[in-house]
């Protein structure tokens, strides 16, 4: 065999007369590295690849050691195994089916007779660190897809043989450690050992494929780090996680409930629908400033319209139907195909581009029943949703637009930790190759003529067009996808959009389709999580709460009420006769900005005493400076306190 050359980060080479592994390349280069190296990375690929696999001549090698962040992909699918491990050696009965890699850790689904307790967790967890402390080596083999099914067959472990035979694969990956072994395709670590920290958080039920009318599983979730640092770090960020929980904040607040009579439809308090309304206006003010005019469109279409705009083949599933009068209807589940009706109804000449409309009406998308979570997965929301109608020349300025007026919400919202992801042609889709290949490269040209960092995510485009996904990473590190912009020449074409251009002919716009919030419901109870509930002034349902310490102050209070509810703040007087203290428990529990405490010497001096809801007192203010103060830190939407900053 010639030489195989591999080309390392720093583009120096290493010859081999043979394909070697990762694994092999790293012991070329010192017993150090290859002892920590647990993966790779080939010719620039996003993915790690598992460190037996076999590279050829001119590859360019990432060697990946458990020393790096993204390490902790590898671990986690060996914790996974170690856990399926671990649940077989105490009950070998049990069945193996799936066992993921998901954000911040993994999970299994086992098929058991008998549901998990919390006691049986602590004993797999230990029989876990067992199987760590053993170092047991972990070995890839291929077997022929026959020889798979025949050996899972003769061991009871009737999922795996479902999911081989599914496969269009003539080998299979098993994984050993030990006697234990296990379908897979990797990658692993070299040995058990280099698991270093681990935890299991909880236990539920699921179903085979996610199918309710298939087999019952019963699923446990952990999570791995590279080290037990990391762990501690992220078990106290669950914790929080738990405390910052937007269906508890919802609850506490008074914002929000649900009920079954509307599965997946939220109910909005007058309190809750104070904070929905805030937002909503503050991008309708946004609008305003960047030029784009609001619509109004109907709920309920003639399945038709999904037909033209290719929803009904692409995405029917999320779809509620129902027949009226012989005809066959959807509600709606996205604004766009309305859109178009609306860019359709008029001609178009190249003066009127671009044509930006927005609209708030309300989305219904059908959702399992077993994937709804609070207000961040619901089948009834509204979006803070526009569609861009330009002509190709303005696709640039339009996309560099968007992501200004992005970048200004985010920075109000205080919420300036974000990466961009390019999610290119998913196998499902409309248009040809060449539509797709002229959208792809808009978004990659804007995105590189603007300077910004993103990551290419394959495959996950929007049926129509591919997409820039907006990742929002909140207080506690966790991504969430909000805002969207999506490049789309398919939708005016199956439409048959057009414009006059100043050469007199007719043409194509494109269309973008993109929203900075996503869906309000979504937003707020990520919004919550983020902000642990305190939220800025001019969103809190209650601005102002007025307490006061007896009767003799009630006149000045409900004078100083009068005079703040004229200004248009959103005040309370609290006037129980229940004592200051529990009153001020109460109202930093609703978590209210600014309390007014009212005693005798503000009564006398006619001046107000304000408690912030960090517990800091400003005594002696003057109540016309503290509602000027106010008034501005609303109208200018401001993220800190303009009151503190002035009066401390």
């Known amino acids: 065999m010639s030489s195989i050359k591999i080309v390392l980060p720093d583009n120096s080479t290493k010859e081999f007369d043979f394909s070697p592994t990762i694994l092999q390349v790293a012991e070329s280069i010192g017993p150090r590295l290859a002892k920590d190296t647990i993966g790779g990375r080939i010719n620039g690929q996003k993915e790690i690849v598992d460190l037996r696999t076999s590279l050829n001549d001119g590859d360019k090698l990432e060697i990946i050691t458990l020393s790096k962040d993204d390490a902790n992909e590898v671990v986690r699918h060996s914790a996974a195994h170690i856990l399926a491990q671990a649940v077989q050696e105490i009950w070998p009965d049990i069945q193996v089916t799936i066992g993921p890699v998901i954000d911040n850790g993994f999970y299994y689904d086992f098929y058991s ?117 990391a762990l501690k770090q992220h078990l106290h960020n669950l914790e929080e996680a738990k405390k910052r929980d937007h269906r508890k904040l919802g609850k506490e607040l008074g914002l929000f409930f649900f009920n079954q009579l509307s599965p997946g439809g939220p109910f909005f308090t007058p309190r809750g629908s104070v904070v929905y309304n805030q937002l909503v206006e503050y991008i309708r003010d946004k609008y305003r400033e960047h030029g784009y005019s609001e619509v109004i469109t109907p709920q309920i279409f003639d399945v038709d319209l999904y037909h033209q705009s290719g929803h009904y083949e692409n995405y029917r599933e999320n779809m509620y139907f129902s027949k009226i009068d012989d ?69 640039q300025e339009e996309i560099k637009g968007f992501m200004t007026f992005l970048k200004e919400v985010y920075e109000t919202l205080g919420m300036p930790n974000y990466k961009i992801f390019l999610s290119t042609r998913p196998e499902k889709r409309m248009g040809s190759d060449e539509i797709w290949d002229k959208a792809e490269g808009a978004l990659q040209t804007a995105l590189e003529n603007l300077n910004l960092d993103y990551e290419v995510n394959p495959g996950d485009g929007a049926f129509y067009g591919p997409k820039l996904d907006i990742m929002f ?80 102050q009630q006149e000045y209070c409900e004078k100083l009420y009068q005079s703040l509810k004229s200004e248009g703040i959103r005040v309370e007087y609290d006037d129980r006769s229940e004592k200051l203290g529990f009153k001020i428990r109460e109202a930093q529990l609703q978590k209210v900005p600014y309390m007014l405490i009212i005693g005798d010497q503000e009564l006398e001096n006619e001046t107000i005493a304000v408690r912030l809801k960090s517990g800091k007192n400003i005594s002696n203010v003057k109540a016309d400076e503290f509602t000027s103060l106010l008034k501005q830190e609303i109208e200018n939407r401001e993220l800190e306190s303009l009151v503190a900053k002035k009066l401390t």
């Open 113 to 229: 007779e008998k549901p998990f307790t919390d006691d049986d967790l602590l004993a797999i967890e230990k029989k876990m660190q067992e199987i760590i402390k053993r170092d047991i080596p972990i070995v890839r083999e291929n077997w022929d897809k026959k020889q798979a099914i025949d050996v899972f067959s003769k061991m009871g472990e009737n999922f795996k043989v479902e999911i081989i035979d599914e496969l269009d694969e003539k080998q299979v990956g098993v994984y050993k450690q030990g006697e234990w072994f296990d379908l897979c395709r990797g990658p692993h670590v070299q040995k058990t050992g280099q698991v270093k920290a681990i935890k299991l958080l909880s236990h539920a039920g699921s179903y085979w494929r996610g199918d309710e009318n298939k087999a019952q599983l019963q699923r446990i979730y952990g999570t791995a780090f590279n080290d037990k640092k």
């Open 327 to 395: 005809r066959d209807f959807s509600v709606k589940p996205m604004n766009c195909p309305g859109h178009c009706l609306i860019y359709a109804s008029e001609h178009r000449s190249y003066r009127e581009l671009p044509f930006r409309i927005a609209d708030f009406g309300r989305l219904h998308r059908y959702e399992r029943s077993g994937v709804m979570h609070g207000l961040t997965r619901v089948r009834s929301f509204a979006q803070d949703d526009a569609h861009i109608f330009c002509t190709i020349e303005q696709m």
């Open 473 to 552: 990473v909140d207080a506690l590190s966790r991504s969430w996808q909000l805002g969207t912009l999506q490049c789309d020449f398919n939708m005016p074409q199956a439409f048959k959009l057009k414009y006059v251009g100043d050469d007199n002919s007719e043409h194509p716009p494109v269309m973008l389709h993109r929203a900075i919030l996503g869906s309000v419901e979504r937003f707020i109870g990520v919004y919550l999580e983020h902000t642990a509930g305190h939220l800025p002034v001019w969103m809190t349902p209650t601005q102002v709460k007025i307490l006061n310490l007896t009767d003799r």
